[in-house]
C-alpha cells in the first residue's frame, strides 16, 4: 500500500442474498481517521463491516484493505473486527482467550500471552483478566472482544456497537481510546446506535439507508447540504418577548415560538443571521444567555436525510 493511501476502499460494492439486494453500488474510503458508519437496522451496515473484514464477498464491485483484497491473508493480518455479537469461550480467562487468538497472527505463546495481558490492561481489565469469561458482567466480556480485535496491533479495525453494555465511565475511556488510534497509524470504522455518542468520536460520518450510501462527510457539512431544512435554534436572552419581535421582521428568521422561557427560531440563510444576530447581542439590554443549535447534530441530520 502507498503512503497516505486508503486503508479501506469500498468501490462500486453491491451485495445480493438471491434476488434481495443488501448493499446497491456503494463507494467510499477510510484513510487515518475515525469514520462513523451510520443507518437504521437492516439497511446493510452488519453486510458493509462483514465485506470490509473478508467474512463476505461481493457480489459486483470491489473491497479492499490497506491495498489488499478483502479476505485473503495479507488484508486479514492488517484488520481487526470487533463484531456486535456475543460469542466467546466461557471456559477461558479474558488473557487466555486473547493470547488464543493472537496465536492464529503467528504470535509465540510467550507473545501472546505479554501482548494479552497488555491490550486487557489497557481497557481496564486488569485485575479481572484471569477470571473465566462466564464470570464476567456484559461490559467486561466487549472489553475482551475489544481486546483482541486490538491486540495484533492492526492497521484498520471494524468496530460493530462497540458501546454495548459498557457503564458510563467505560464509555468515555472507549471513546478516547478510539480517538487516538489514528494518531498510531490506524484507521477506524465504528458503527453504533447512539448517534451523539458517536458524533463525539468520529471525524465523519458514512450514512447507509436501504442498501445505498445516501451521503459521506463531516456533520457540519452535510448539515449545510440541506438548505431547504431552515436551522432551529434556541436563543435565551433578557426581554425574550421584546427580542422575539425584532427577530420575527429579520428575513431570515422563518419562525419563532415560546419554549420554556426562551425562544425556538428557525432560520433560513443562517450565515447572515448569525452576523447580524452577533452586533444585536452586543447591544441587547441585559444580555444574551444562551444560542444553542437544536438540528445541527448528527441524528437531527441523519432523521433529515432518510425522511
Request: aromatic share 8%.
Amino acid at each position: 500500500m502507498s503512503s497516505g493511501g486508503p486503508l479501506l476502499h469500498f468501490d462500486g460494492v453491491s451485495k445480493w442474498y438471491g434476488s434481495v439486494a443488501a448493499l446497491l453500488d456503494v463507494s467510499f474510503e477510510v484513510r487515518t481517521e475515525v469514520v462513523g458508519l451510520v443507518g437504521k437496522n437492516g439497511v446493510g451496515k452488519s453486510t458493509l463491516m462483514k465485506l470490509a473484514v473478508g467474512l463476505l464477498a461481493p457480489s459486483q464491485g470491489r473491497v479492499q484493505v490497506c491495498g489488499f483484497d478483502s479476505g485473503t491473508r495479507e488484508a486479514r493480518a492488517r484488520v481487526g473486527f470487533c463484531p456486535d455479537f456475543d460469542r466467546l469461550y466461557e471456559p477461558l480467562s479474558g488473557v487466555t482467550f486473547v493470547a488464543w487468538m493472537l496465536r492464529y497472527h503467528g504470535y509465540t505463546a510467550t507473545e501472546a500471552e505479554r501482548r494479552g495481558e497488555e491490550v486487557l490492561t489497557e481497557l481496564g481489565l486488569a485485575e479481572n483478566m484471569r477470571r473465566p469469561i462466564r464470570e464476567y458482567s456484559k461490559g467486561m466480556r466487549q472489553r475482551v472482544r475489544l481486546g483482541q480485535a486490538l491486540a495484533h496491533r492492526p492497521q484498520f479495525v471494524l468496530l460493530d456497537e462497540p458501546m454495548t453494555g459498557l457503564d458510563p465511565v467505560a464509555r468515555a475511556e472507549l471513546s478516547q481510546h478510539i480517538r487516538e488510534l489514528p494518531s498510531q497509524g490506524v484507521g477506524v470504522l465504528v458503527s453504533s446506535h447512539v448517534l451523539h455518542e458517536l458524533e463525539a468520536v468520529v471525524d465523519r460520518v458514512v450514512l447507509v439507508h436501504q442498501g445505498r450510501l445516501l451521503a459521506s462527510g463531516k456533520i457540519a457539512e452535510l448539515r449545510d447540504q440541506l438548505p431547504e431544512r431552515p436551522h432551529r435554534l434556541r436563543v435565551k436572552a433578557a426581554r425574550c418577548r421584546e427580542l422575539a419581535a425584532q427577530l420575527t421582521a429579520w428575513p431570515e428568521v422563518e419562525g419563532v415560538s415560546f419554549q420554556a422561557e426562551a425562544l425556538e427560531v428557525s432560520v433560513s440563510g443562517h450565515r447572515g443571521f448569525y452576523e447580524r444576530f452577533t452586533n444585536l447581542a452586543a447591544e441587547w439590554h441585559g444580555g444574551i444567555q444562551e444560542l444553542t443549535p437544536l438540528d445541527d447534530d448528527l441524528a437531527a441530520v441523519f432523521g433529515y436525510l432518510v425522511e
